[in-house]
């Protein structure tokens, strides 16, 4: 049996008010990215950077989407960063948006140890403040499995620098402070003051949070900056997806209290694969990976499965979604590991595009017709399911068999019911 502790909390959430919090954060929660990229060879940033604004047409707005849903475009250390606004998480259309963005960079482009890939988890016109204990859960939730999120965002290009170095995701704050027994108001305050870490580089970034004096939330807004450079489009929007997954799994244990990190001796075990993980000892700006060793990576795997199979239920209810499919590809063989056997970007995107095709297949002449039933109510007052069946079934000239498959189909597409009153099959979304 899996060890779930949890601590206990006088500002537990009632099923009502986590049903509420759900459906709210997720109508109002934009993920944003902070894509960052190395030049091509050869080409200089006073070159790049105005055909880059000229492509991009970023709006400066965080109320203005824009062709290409950019915000802003900037130099940055490593190269270039692209600072993209968040939108509805619905993933056809993040898939497209990142997709037509790539579309729009010089080939050549390239990721180095310098470069990293922020997700910024942002409430846009909340009219009333979020309650303190879902942050506690998303920060106790990102420490219980911080080593597995490491490694699972991971992005380098050798097995002993699987990671960028610590300095610019530093976990070193983050395993330090617990809910159990601060405020998260205190916490962000031991974070803002911190001689060892600087704010904006913690491994979860509360810095653009703002409490109200009772404790709760007035602006709903943090980074989770430990995600290596990224330049496969379907990777990037599976990972958003993994972060809008965390919190609302946050809602729902704010039921029963915080999630806690796990006994002593685990999450000392934790702190160690974090330590070997992300360090400042690699060459150039890597950490140095080298003790990560074929059992430690399946050790790795145990715990992004675990990560997973709990937030299962929360992609569950994400219709036409495949980025759990895409992250369980992740979980077992990190960009990392993909870059390691020798893979070019390209080759990374293909295979997690496929891993994320939908196996339905297209929708024929034969699919509209029976959806046209459906969605019209043109078959209603039948007595039974078998009955409205066999009509359908010979309207359309097809064997039972083939009308239960076609309905299969349309169940996964559309969800589908029988309606007792009206007699006929119903769409359910």
């Known amino acids: 049996m899996k060890e779930h502790i949890l601590l206990r909390r006088h500002d537990t959430l009632t099923p009502e008010q986590a049903l509420y919090w759900k459906d709210l954060l997720y109508r109002t929660v934009k993920i944003g990215t902070e894509l960052e ?6 080409v200089t940033k006073e070159e790049l950077m105005p055909r880059l604004i000229e492509a991009l047409q970023p709006t400066q707005d965080l109320t203005r989407l824009g062709r290409y849903g950019v915000l802003n475009v900037v130099s940055e250390h490593c190269g270039i960063e692209i600072q993209v606004i968040g939108r509805h998480p619905y993933y056809n259309a993040l898939l497209q948006q990142y997709r037509d963005l790539f579309a729009q960079l010089p080939e050549g482009i390239r990721t180095r140890p310098t470069c990293g890939l922020h997700y910024h988890v942002l409430a846009v016109g909340l009219a009333e403040p979020v309650p303190e204990i879902i942050l506690a859960n998303v920060w106790n939730l990102t420490r219980r499995y911080a080593p597995h999120l490491r490694f699972l965002t991971s992005a380098g290009d050798q097995m002993t620098a699987l990671c960028r170095r610590r300095n610019y995701t530093s976990h070193l704050e983050l395993v330090r402070h617990t809910p159990g027994v601060m405020s998260m ?43 290596d450079a990224d330049l496969s489009p379907t990777s990037i929007v599976a990972k958003a997806f993994l ?43 890597t950490s140095d990976t080298s003790r990560i060793t074929p059992e430690i990576i399946e050790e790795l795997r145990v715990g992004c499965r675990e990560l997973l199979e709990l937030l299962k239920p929360v992609f569950d209810r994400w219709e036409h979604n495949p980025s759990f499919e895409v992250l ?90 029988w309606d007792e009153q009206l007699g006929t099959m119903v769409f359910t979304r």
């Not at 990229?37 to 050869?42: E, V």
């Not at 729902?252 to 992300?278: A, F, N, P, T």
Request: include cysteine; charge should be neutral; charged fraction near 25%.
């Open 185 to 227: 108001a205190q916490i962000q305050q031991a974070l803002r003051e911190s001689r060892t870490v600087p704010e904006h580089n913690n491994f979860l970034n509360l810095e653009h949070i703002v409490f109200n004096e009772d404790g709760s939330i007035r602006v709903f807004h943090y980074e989770n900056r430990f995600p």
């Open 328 to 417: 369980s590809l992740l979980a077992e063989t990190p960009l990392s590991l993909l870059r390691a056997s020798g893979r070019s970007w390209a080759e990374i995107e293909a295979l997690l595009a496929e891993r994320a095709a939908t196996p339905t297949g297209a929708l024929d002449a034969t699919d509209q017709r029976l959806m046209r039933y459906i969605e019209l109510a043109e078959l209603t007052d039948r007595p039974t399911v078998e009955t409205w069946k066999w009509e359908v079934a010979h309207d359309l000239f097809l064997t039972p068999q083939e009308l239960d498959r076609r309905l299969e189909r349309l169940n996964h597409l559309r969800g589908l019911r």
């Open 37 to 42: 990229f190395a030049l091509p060879k050869g």
């Open 243 to 285: 972060f809008l997954a965390i919190l609302l799994k946050a809602v729902e244990l704010s039921q029963y209290g915080v999630i806690h990190v796990g006994k002593i001796h685990k999450w000392r075990r934790k702190c160690q694969l974090l330590d070997w993980l992300s360090n400042n000892d690699g060459n150039l700006a």
